[in-house]
Every structure is written in structure tokens, then in C-alpha cells.
């Protein structure tokens, strides 16, 4: 089974801090993306990536950034950590040119405080 | 930019009944996926149901099956004869060609014994 690995499943951070949250997928999959969740929001884009030291921007890139060094690892970076990014953040992968499902991690619930 | 709605908040069943849920998309592509997916309160988001736009034939899975209407821009999830299992978030995905996935703000389904 493809698995997606997010490196914690609960966070607490101050205000201001550098906030690194990873995601592993062991599947060789081409394409990785980092959505947040928040109720009544449903899921939105933050970042994506199609390859390796590629990156573009989702629908809510704002006081992010990410990091694809290797193909299986997707870093979401919080530069200076803000209350207003307290969520759920969903990472998922998917093979390339293709239109099959994603496959997701189970989440990190970040606390802001 | 695509957007996808789920009008229903919530929607709740009694077990071994029928419930639908709807999605409508907006969109000026012609060929796209959909999906349905299922996360319960574990987090886990899992696959229920795809749909290639480009087929006429309604997917089914088992117990699920979609009613898809591409004039109409809809596609509504029916889960026929309910199990308590089923309660979950229900969101609906629209995917494009590149593999980019739009979801809609997410159904609450709750089972009654």
C-alpha cells in the first residue's frame, strides 16, 4: 500500500517561530501537494509539486513557502508562524499525468499560539 | 479557476437507508475526474468513488454510486442501504487534466441506529 508519511500528527508553536512540516510518500510518486483544512472551508491548496525542485503555488500560498529536494520528501515551510495558521494540514501525493486519486497523509493539527 | 460547492453542511440517515449528497462544479474544461472521498474521524481520507468526465456511465462502488450530469456541472454521491460505518465527512474533488484537485467545503454525515 502507498504510504504517506506526515512527520507529526499534532504541533504547538509560538507566534513568530519557523514551522517545518514534512511529508514522506514512499510510492515514487511524481506529484506532491500541501492542503490545509478548516471546517467549513474544506481543503485548499497551499502548494504543489510535479518534480523534483519544483514548486507552484495553490490557491493560498501567503506565508508559505515549500521544498522539494527529493522526490519523495515535501517540506511546507512556515517562515514566521501567525495564530491565523492554526489548522489541519493535509499532504498528498499522486503519480505523474495522472488523473487517479490522491493519496494522503493523516495530518498535522497545528496550534499557534 | 474551478470551484466546487457541497450545499449541504450536514445531512444524517437512518441506517439501511438511502441518502445522496450533492456537488456541483463550475468549470470551462471539458475533460476532468471527480471524486468522492470519505474522511472519518480518524482523519484518514480514503477514496469512495471516481468519475472520468468523459464517460457517460455513472460510477458505482458497492453501495455508493454517483449521479453525474455533465450539462448540469453535477455530481451527487447516493450511499443506498447506510451503515453506521459510513458516518464521516464527505468532500467532493474536481481534478483536472494535470492532476490538480479543487474541493468543495465538505458534507457532515451522521448514522442513526
Known amino acids: 500500500d502507498v504510504k504517506v508519511t506526515q512527520s507529526s500528527r499534532y504541533l504547538v508553536k509560538r507566534t513568530g517561530e519557523k514551522v517545518f512540516l514534512e511529508c514522506v510518500q514512499d510510492m515514487d510518486h511524481e506529484n506532491m501537494f500541501w492542503y490545509r483544512q478548516d471546517p467549513g472551508l474544506g481543503l485548499r491548496l497551499i502548494y504543489f509539486?510535479?518534480?523534483?525542485?519544483?514548486?507552484e503555488k495553490g490557491d493560498i500560498p501567503e506565508g508559505y513557502s515549500v521544498s522539494r529536494e527529493k522526490k519523495e520528501r515535501f517540506s511546507l515551510i512556515l517562515e514566521s508562524a501567525s495564530t491565523n495558521q492554526t489548522s489541519m494540514y493535509l499532504c498528498?501525493?499522486?503519480?505523474?499525468?495522472?488523473?487517479?486519486?490522491?493519496?494522503f497523509g493523516s495530518g498535522t493539527q497545528l496550534s499557534v499560539l | 479557476a474551478q470551484t466546487v460547492t457541497q450545499s449541504q453542511p450536514e445531512m444524517s440517515v437512518q441506517e439501511a437507508e438511502t441518502v445522496t449528497l450533492s456537488c456541483t462544479y463550475d468549470t470551462s474544461e471539458s475533460d476532468y475526474y471527480l471524486f468522492w472521498y470519505k474522511q472519518p474521524p480518524s482523519r484518514q481520507m480514503i477514496l469512495v468513488i471516481r468519475?472520468?468526465?468523459?464517460?457517460?456511465q455513472n460510477a458505482t462502488e458497492n453501495r455508493f454510486s454517483v449521479n453525474f450530469q455533465k450539462a448540469a456541472k453535477s455530481f451527487s454521491l447516493k450511499i443506498s442501504d447506510s451503515q453506521l460505518g459510513d458516518a464521516a465527512m464527505y468532500f467532493c474533488a474536481y481534478t483536472t487534466n494535470a492532476g490538480k484537485s479543487t474541493f468543495g467545503d465538505g458534507t457532515t454525515l451522521t448514522v442513526k441506529p
Open positions: 498528498a501525493s499522486s503519480p505523474g499525468q495522472s488523473r487517479e486519486k490522491l493519496f
Open positions: 509539486s510535479y518534480d523534483v525542485k519544483m514548486k
Open positions: 468519475q472520468e468526465a468523459y464517460k457517460q
